[in-house]
Nanobody, 118 residues
């Protein structure tokens, strides 16, 4: 399973960005898809995840500003980021928990950089 993320960039505080991530390859089923981020000098943290049944979970720091959505037909997950803050700066990684046959495994994209200037 390969994950290709796009949509990162440089934006001023208060601005918006939309990240996209498409999963490809041999895929039997995808359970959850989501986004994590890693700021310079910090550990990777959860941003948002979307389960196959539609339930979503957000980090407290992004609730009310970010929206995660999925297009299951396209095996694609999106992250709409509004009211961006400098502390949202980091490398954003796409993740999915998917099965190619019987077993489920975690798969990661290469990361897309989001930079929010003050």
């Amino acid at each position: 399973v390969q994950l290709q993320a796009s949509g990162g960039g440089l934006v001023q505080a208060g601005g918006s960005l939309r990240l996209s991530c498409a999963a490809s390859g041999t895929i039997r089923s995808i359970d959850r898809m989501g986004w994590y981020r890693q700021a310079p000098g910090k550990q990777r943290e959860l941003v948002a995840i979307a389960l196959s049944g539609g339930r979503t979970t957000y980090a407290d720091s992004v609730k009310g500003r970010f929206t995660i959505s999925r297009d299951n037909a396209k095996n694609t997950v999106y992250l709409q980021m509004n009211s961006l803050k400098p502390e949202d700066t980091g490398l954003y990684y796409c993740n999915c928990y998917a099965s190619r046959g019987l077993a489920f495994n975690d798969y990661w994209g290469q990361g897309t950089l989001v930079t929010v200037s003050s």
